[in-house]
């Protein structure tokens, strides 16, 4: 038994290793960049397209209203025209004409293209190539994401960033935010000296944003002021590693823009402790660590409603602070179960990235080798704590996006984007609140640093022409928006259905077949699947 064990090992470790080269080509640098857009993916731009009959949901948080007409000219949204009201014949004489494309989308729904504002572009150790995972994105409605310390290479990335903005591929446009030292060889980053040379270093370069973690106050002082000069956004990811000398709380004084996920949050709403009550035993590096006790942090932050919860709140909102919680990312952590056995992964999961999730003591985020109910049970509680802050923070006017950090812990790209718009509503947010949060919250966090006014995230005149159009009504159900679709009763004929999913995706004014998109997904995955089975049946 030990020696097929063994030889089933060497299996998977050759499997990985074929599939590395040979689907994935991964390089030093990163991953195979995508393909160029072949003939026949996507249409248009066109001279005037005319979107007929939709009813548009705006993304500012406006209810929805239709029949509509939607006139895009190439890149452009030019008009969005009343023709009617509902149940009644459309007014013809209100209706644009003189188009050169028309998409009838009478009784469908039309919404700004979605932002991911925490996307990673896969990666080698996940065997996930570029042109999978941007498909899997643009089968979802995303047409524009936030690649949060661009893993797979700097100049990789900004490559990818100008192919998409080129529409030389099919992917959503891309900002490149990096790590302080990443791409360059002038040593670490370890002074405010080098924290300043570095943005410059990075401005010059193209880049949009920058991805921090806590550093040491004054360098993390440096790289934040500098990068305000500059026009680049932050974001960060305080770790338990540093949160002890800069919590959210901490970095927002300093003008950071964005958190991610929750790191640093709790720990500025301290007021018995200064810091985690941290195992005597803990150690960070490992996962079960790590993970096991992150589900058991929002119960130690002062209570909600108290002063401490207040002041902190307060005070966040004052500094226009931007929260992008990522719950999807952590949703396993309450039900493993749930999240191992989504009903998208035998079609759309490559099998590499299947035994990426598996319980590894070395893979990030595969802590599930000493899982227990109690674990559930505390994440279970840590949720409840955290919808509570950020569902507040919305009604008080701050600002919450949407971001999937998906890659890791059981979360697909694109499918769990939708899923974490379901927990956001979850948290108490009005879908039409989650749908802007999707979208014109997005938009914004990416814009204002630069200084410049959005260019998509909601649908006006104007705007680039980045569009989501769904058959069923998202606002009624957001599990319409799954590549899965939703499951319905059709009462006429007993039969049990499926509807929904995105029909298409509208990037720069070119149509793209969602459906086909992700049955392009499905057949990387069954090739892969395919090539694991002769590798095995082989002896290779």
């Not at 490559?159 to 903005?165: G, I, V, Y």
């Amino acid at each position: 038994m030990r020696v097929s064990l063994r030889l089933l090992t060497v299996f998977f470790t050759l499997t990985t290793l074929v599939i590395q080269h040979e689907v994935v080509q991964a390089q030093s640098s990163g991953v195979k960049h995508s393909p160029d857009r072949a003939p026949g993916d996507g249409e248009g731009p066109f001279e005037r397209l005319i979107i007929r009959g939709a009813t548009v949901i705006d993304g500012t948080g406006a209810p929805p209203r239709g029949p509509m007409d939607i006139v895009i000219e190439n890149n452009r949204i030019v008009s969005i025209q009343s023709v009617g009201s509902p149940g009644v014949p459309i007014r013809e004489d209100r209706r644009p004409q003189d188009a050169t494309r028309e998409i009838d989308a009478h009784g469908m729904y039309v919404l700004p293209g979605f932002v991911d504002v925490h996307a990673h572009q896969g990666g080698v150790s996940q065997g996930t190539p570029a042109e999978y995972v941007h498909k899997l994105w643009m089968g979802h409605g995303v047409t524009t994401i936030r690649d949060p310390g661009s893993g797979n290479g700097v100049d990789w990335t900004l490559e990818e960033s100008r192919r998409s903005a080129a529409n030389e591929i099919v992917a959503p446009r891309i900002f490149v935010y990096v790590r302080p030292g990443s791409g360059w060889d002038a040593g670490p980053i370890d002074t405010p000296e080098t924290a300043r040379e570095y943005v410059r270093w990075a401005a010059d370069r193209g880049i949009d944003g920058l991805k921090l973690g806590s550093y040491d106050p004054d360098i993390m002082a440096a790289l934040i002021d500098e990068a305000k000069q500059h026009g680049l956004g932050t974001q960060a990811h305080l770790a338990q590693t540093g949160v002890a000398r800069m919590n959210v709380l901490d970095a927002a004084r300093l003008g950071l823009g964005s958190m991610e996920h929750w790191y640093g949050l709790p720990e500025a709403l301290f007021d018995d402790r200064s810091v985690q009550d941290f195992p005597l035993d803990y150690n960070y590096n490992n996962e079960y660590h790590r993970f096991g006790q992150a589900g058991r942090l929002w119960k130690q932050a002062a209570e909600q409603g108290s002063e401490k919860w207040n002041a902190v709140m307060d005070e966040l909102l004052d500094l226009g602070f931007v929260l992008d919680p990522t719950m999807t990312i952590y949703e396993a952590s309450r039900d493993i179960m749930r999240a191992r056995e989504a009903e998208w992964h035998d079609k759309y999961t490559l099998p590499s990235l299947e035994r990426f999730y598996t319980p590894s003591r070395t893979s990030h985020g595969s802590y599930w080798f000493a899982w227990t109910t109690r674990d559930e049970i505390e994440w279970k509680n840590n949720f409840r704590i955290w919808m509570s802050f950020l569902n507040e923070y919305k009604n008080r006017g701050g600002r919450v996006c949407t971001g999937s950090d998906s890659g890791f812990i059981y979360k697909l790209y694109g499918f769990d984007y939708i899923r974490e718009m379901e927990l956001l509503q979850e948290a108490g947010f009005h879908p039409l609140e989650v749908i802007r949060s999707a979208t014109l919250c997005g938009a914004e966090t990416l814009y204002e640093p630069k200084g410049q006014k959005i260019q998509f995230g909601v649908l006006k005149p104007g705007m680039l022409a980045d569009l989501v159009v769904v058959e069923e009504n998202p606002v009624l159900n957001l599990k319409v928006l799954y590549g899965t679709g939703a499951v319905f009763l059709n009462d006429e004929t007993g039969e049990v259905e499926r509807r929904g999913g995105v029909k298409y995706t509208i990037k720069d004014g070119i149509v793209y077949d969602a459906k086909q998109l992700l049955e392009d997904v499905a057949r990387m995955v069954a090739e892969a699947k395919a090539l694991e089975a002769d590798v095995s049946s082989s002896g290779r």
